[in-house]
């Protein structure tokens, strides 16, 4: 399973970050990633992190957030900085693990302006 942490609110313009750990029975995790839905919109890809720590972000976020992984550990964490209003959402991890694909609770981050 998944188990996502942080969240919570922060006022525009500072800093934040969520962190995801995967437990259970792991033979290997693929992609990682972050994505978030605001209320009234579909489900985006904020920011993915493959095996090897390729990175790639959604064109909104790139500059801003960060994303990264400890295999050892079996996380993903996102250091999300620089935030703005349109970044309220709640955010999910996902990740790619002994083949399927395992979402974390989701967690909220609002971002007041």
């Known amino acids: 399973q998944l188990q996502a942490s942080g969240g919570g609110l922060v006022q525009a313009g500072g800093s934040m970050r969520l962190s995801c750990a995967a437990s259970g029975f792991i033979f290997s995790i693929n992609d990682m990633g972050w994505y978030r839905q605001a209320p009234g919109k579909q489900r985006e890809l904020v920011a993915g992190?493959?095996?090897?720590?390729?990175?790639n972000y959604v064109e909104s976020v790139k500059g801003r957030f960060t994303i990264s992984r400890d295999n050892a550990k079996n996380t993903v964490g996102l250091q999300m900085n620089s935030l703005k209003p349109e970044d309220t959402a709640v955010y999910y991890c996902?990740?790619?693990?002994?083949?399927?694909?395992?979402w974390g609770q989701g967690t909220q981050v609002t971002v007041s302006s």
């Open positions: 996902n990740a790619g693990i002994n083949g399927r694909a395992r």
């Open positions: 992190i493959s095996s090897g720590g390729r990175t």
